[in-house]
């Protein structure tokens, strides 16, 4: 009997819970899954949402009506939205979020400002530097039959998944944000001919965009930060003039510091499975296999290499080598660190393994 009462009670709680949440109707808000920010006059923002039209009787048919407005902070923006709309703007499904070059150029601390405190905004959502204006990028018809905020979703992260573009979604973002030792980055992507791409990275120095590096380079960086189950394509050229081409089928990297505290020297150690996939009708014997896996060596520790001057030129670290010299030593000091990692000893070794050669005799 007891028993019973029990269970009554708590079935009474949390019927009483349930009527505490605040209930959404799809048919009576504005969903939107994209947003985007520009740089206006007079250091106004521009924010623009690409809010999802479904048509009646064409399931498979969705299009995108544009809200914009200018204004001084994104939260004033959104209301004067709603003051033309017979639906109230909900943002809390976006899914990703696009800042002008220009823009990102001078900081993006007011706008990572408000996404960063949302308790709605989920921490997979990802960010991204358009190569130009954001708000043109959604006005194209780059996406004729798919919500354009899924479709850019889909693209990001699909390439993430498989191996071409580093993982950098909101919950990476703020870590490498706010954290001590490292720097974020952010994917690059652009419109070309109607269509967009992901042209590259886009470095960060705390909230500012720095450099910018192509598409060779995203992969090397890649390579260089994550282990990676299978990854994309690399190319390189030979001594007579050919060029082929091997897809990476596992690649793991590690890190190594050295015991002097006063001058740290970082080792990066990357070892790499690969399969050879177009050889351009070229045979290869043991000894030009062996001199094509010393030409990928060598390129990609010249790309790494290079790469990591650039940053330590430009003072910034998305590899987060300060986070992992913090990790190994004992009362380390951020100010002393970045004073250290402009002429930080670094050192790359790169080591390819040739696990197959196709099907092809």
């Known amino acids: 009997m007891i028993r019973c009462f029990s269970l009554f009670l708590l079935t009474c709680f949390l019927l009483l819970l349930s009527g505490c949440v605040k209930q959404e109707v799809l048919e009576k808000i504005t969903i939107t899954f994209v947003c985007a920010f520009d740089e ?14 479904f048509h009646a009787g064409k399931s498979a048919t969705v299009t995108n009506i544009l809200y914009s407005k200018v204004g001084h902070t994104t939260k004033n923006i959104t209301e004067l939205m709603d003051m033309q709309l017979n639906r109230p703007i909900k943002p809390g499904k976006a899914s990703i979020i696009l800042f002008e070059q220009e823009l990102a150029a001078k900081g993006l601390a007011d706008q990572l400002d408000v996404v960063l405190r949302d308790p709605l905004a989920s921490r997979r959502m990802y960010l991204a530097v358009v190569d130009g204006k954001a708000k043109a990028l ?9 919500e354009k905020g899924m479709f850019l979703f889909n693209l990001l992260d699909t390439n993430v998944r498989n191996g071409l573009v580093p993982r950098q979604n909101l919950h990476d973002f703020e870590y490498a944000y706010l954290g001590k030792g490292m720097d974020p980055f952010l994917p690059l992507i652009k419109l070309q001919n109607n269509q967009v791409m992901i042209s590259g990275l886009a470095l960060f120095k705390d909230d500012k965009y720095i450099l ?47 015991k002097d505290t006063q001058h740290p020297k970082v080792t990066i150690n990357l070892n790499m499975n690969s399969e050879l996939i177009d050889s351009r009708g070229i045979r290869l014997t043991l000894l030009e296999q062996q001199k094509m896996v010393e030409s990928f060596e060598a390129d990609i520790t010249s790309t790494g290499m290079d790469l990591i001057q650039r940053c330590k030129k430009e003072g910034i670290d998305p590899f987060g080598l300060g986070d992992f010299v913090r990790s190994k030593t004992r009362n380390w000091n951020e100010a002393e660190w970045n004073q250290q990692y402009p002429t930080m000893d670094v050192k790359l070794n790169v080591k390819v393994m040739l696990s197959e050669m196709g099907i092809r005799k």
């Open 40 to 53: 206006a006059p007079n250091e106004d923002i521009e924010f623009t949402i690409a809010a999802p039209k």
């Open 212 to 258: 910018s590096l192509n598409e060779k380079q995203m992969r090397v960086m890649k390579l260089l930060m994550e282990n990676v189950k299978h990854g994309g394509i690399l190319e390189t050229k030979l001594d007579n003039g050919s060029y082929i081409a091997l897809k990476n089928v596992g690649s793991k990297v590690n890190y190594r510091v050295g």
């Open 138 to 146: 959604l006005q194209s018809n780059f996406s004729s039959d798919e």
